[in-house]
Nanobody, 119 residues
Framework: QVQLVESGGGLVQPGGSLRLSCAAS????????MGWYRQAQGKERELVAR???????NYGASVKGRFTISRDNAKNTVYLQMNSLKPEDTAVYYC?????????????WGQGTQFIVSS
């Protein structure tokens, strides 16, 4: 099994910055991609950013130019640097990993971390 543990979150003012971290743990797995999704109250979960092992990166349209995803493959960790935060970035942010375990490729999710952008 793969466990994802997020850290970061809290309260930040508009225009501020924040960094989220997510570490994958377990044994016998191989990660192919890691990323972040978010779900605001009353809305569907949406892609924030995702990065594959080969370096291919996708960003959600609303965060392009403001958020940066990075990975430390050796540590099975993904980071999300968020700048120029807006109130509409308020959401629960979920870490996601595409990983193979016992020969099966699955999507794994963290428990989510909440942060609020508000003055």
């Amino acid at each position: 099994q793969v466990q994802l543990v997020e850290s970061g979150g809290g309260l930040v003012q508009p225009g501020g910055s924040l960094r989220l971290s997510c570490a994958a743990s377990g044994s016998g797995f191989s990660i192919y991609a890691m990323g972040w999704y978010r779900q605001a109250q009353g809305k569907e979960r949406e892609l924030v950013a995702r990065k594959t092992n080969s370096g291919s990166t996708n960003y959600g349209a609303s965060v392009k130019g403001r958020f940066t995803i990075s990975r430390d493959n050796a540590k099975n960790t993904v980071y999300l640097q968020m700048n120029s935060l807006k109130p509409e970035d308020t959401a629960v942010y979920y870490c996601n990993a595409a990983a193979s375990y016992s020969g099966r490729l699955d999507e794994y999710w963290g428990q989510g971390t909440q942060f609020i952008v508000s003055s």
